[in-house]
Nanobody
């Protein structure tokens, strides 16, 4: 079982930056791909970014490419989402996700690839 705890959300003005962190429990963190999804009020959950278990592959939604960056620290069981040039449309609850332990080194964009989800952290971008 894996527990994921997000932190770093908050209120920021448009154009500002935030860094989200996700702490994962367990000893198999380095064998899991990690991802970030978000859900805005009245909208479906959508993919934001993913990183493979080694960090060798990264995948981003078109809407955040060039503005967001995902990274991981396997020694500390942490994954990060650096968000720059934030826009009001980035306002959402952001969820950290993890796959089951795998030997594949991939960064998938669909939610069905992920078996563990955090509780989410709110990001609000004011105009």
């Amino acid at each position: 079982q894996v527990q994921l705890v997000e932190s770093g959300g908050g209120l920021v003005q448009a154009g500002g930056s935030l860094t989200l962190s996700c702490a994962a429990s367990g000893r198999t963190f380095s064998n899991r791909a990690m991802g970030w999804f978000r859900q805005a009020p009245g909208k479906e959950r959508e993919f934001v970014a993913a990183i493979s278990r080694t960090g060798g592959y990264r995948n981003y939604a078109d809407s955040v490419k060039g503005r967001f960056s995902i990274a991981r620290d396997n020694a500390k069981n942490l994954v990060y989402l650096q968000m720059n040039s934030l826009k009001p449309e980035d306002t959402a609850v952001y969820y950290c996700t993890a796959t089951t332990a795998t030997t594949f080194d991939s960064a998938r964009a669909y939610p069905q690839a992920y078996d563990y989800w955090g509780q989410g952290t709110q990001v609000t971008v004011s105009s």
